[in-house]
């Protein structure tokens, strides 16, 4: 027998919801703007299933495909390099709308501002990120891993010119060590989307600078003819990308906004945790959390997110590796006809669950409290692609999944 998926409705109670400022639609538009400067800048795909929707009984299938991000296979960059930006303007005091890429990466503004060294912890992704920003920025970077990282990632991280380790502790362990590490470095920096108190200015330009992902996903469905997503699905790690799409389509459409589902990684599950307290206060998850979603091995949440999330979430949900690894089959083979997203462990979470959801009788409860059906039209955000190609051959050519 394969493990469940476990849910737990939000029954959490409601607070003033004073952080879904954080990802209004002005504050969006101003990273969207930031990120449109970069030569690199292209919307990335957003892939219409629509055989695979009929398959599962489905309106719609949406999935915002991240492999394609600044050729960094994953989404992560939005918001590094956003924080970045925010952090030299504030320190220059200046609006980040007057430091657009060709005035960050000048001689004018590195002889004005100086040079500042960006700690950051990481599985991978969001540190290639902070590396990659550091490096077009002429920025230091040095980045720490957890135990159980893989060398494919490390060196990523290092091509980028940061100074990056692999250390024998787990995720949050990292962050604390970034954090020791940043307070002993003159302009040491961290740039960390996880909020903690008194740590909350930049987690917050972090998640809005994931803003841009929701924000062009919005704008593709509107072309394709969908006037809003019934429902989305959203994987969390310390859930700062779930806050951040959560609270971009909670402030797009106030009057009738989407379902959302939180999915976290099983043995991570800290959100989930907390909806089934049912409290509304945080909890903490410890141990070496290992998964093969190493981008959602975080056992603690991000505070302003967990508010947004409290306040707007229908269900949070626990997912087993084996239905990761079935979303990255399914995404990678799909129904002939459809477009092909190659989605690594982390970005096919969702789509793996959502397909449990529609196809085993077992989740039939959760599909109808979540009215999924035919009427659906349901967006996913695949925020990675095969970022560690070996271990991405292994689960979906092999059937590996340890």
Request: glycine content about 8%; overall charge negative; aromatic content about 8%.
């Amino acid at each position: 027998m394969e493990p469940s998926i476990l849910w737990a409705e939000n029954t959490m109670p409601h607070t003033e919801d004073s952080q879904l400022a954080v990802m209004s639609l002005e504050e969006v538009k101003k990273a969207r703007a930031f990120h449109q400067s970069f030569p690199q800048y292209t919307k990335t795909p957003l892939a219409k299933l629509s055989h695979m929707a009929d398959y599962l009984g489905l309106g719609a299938v949406y999935v915002k495909d991240e492999s394609y991000r600044f050729g960094l296979n994953a989404f992560k960059v939005l918001g590094g390099s956003f924080a970045m930006a925010r952090y030299i303007a504030k320190q220059t005091q200046k609006d980040v709308s007057e430091l657009p890429y060709q005035v960050l990466t000048s001689d004018a503004l590195r002889e004005e501002f100086g040079q500042a060294t960006f700690f950051t912890a990481t599985d991978g992704n969001h540190g290639r990120g902070v590396a990659w920003a550091a490096n077009r920025l002429r920025q230091k970077a040095v980045v720490y891993m957890p135990k159980g990282s893989t060398q494919t990632r490390l060196q990523n991280i290092q091509k980028e010119g940061a100074t990056a380790t692999i250390e024998e502790v787990n995720y949050d362990e990292c962050v604390r060590m970034a954090a020791a590490a940043a307070a002993k470095t003159p302009n040491g920096v961290v740039v960390q989307d996880t909020a903690w108190e008194g740590y909350e200015e930049i987690p917050a330009w972090i998640m809005q600078g994931y803003g841009t992902m929701a924000m062009e996903a919005d704008e593709q469905l509107a072309e394709d003819g969908c006037d809003r997503p019934t429902h989305v699905f959203v994987q969390a790690g310390v859930g700062s990308l779930a806050g951040a799409v959560q609270g971009y389509f909670a402030n797009r459409y106030p009057e009738n906004p989407p379902t959302v589902v939180v999915v976290e990684a099983a043995v991570a599950a800290c959100l989930y945790q907390g909806a089934l307290a049912a409290d509304g206060n945080p909890r903490i998850v410890d141990g070496d959390l290992q998964t093969i979603m190493a981008g959602l091995a975080c056992g603690e949440p991000n505070t302003i997110s967990w508010d947004i999330l409290k306040n707007h979430v229908k269900v949070f949900v626990a997912a087993p590796d084996c239905v990761a690894a079935k979303g990255m089959r399914m995404l990678s083979a799909p129904i002939k006809g459809d477009p092909q997203v190659v989605s690594g462990e982390s970005g096919a979470a969702p789509f793996g669950v959502l397909a449990s959801i529609m196809k085993e009788e077992e989740y039939k409860e959760l599909r109808e409290l979540l009215k999924l059906n035919a009427d659906s039209k349901v967006l996913l955000f695949s925020t990675e692609g095969d970022t560690d190609p070996d271990r991405y051959k292994n689960i979906v050519w092999e059937g590996k999944e340890s």
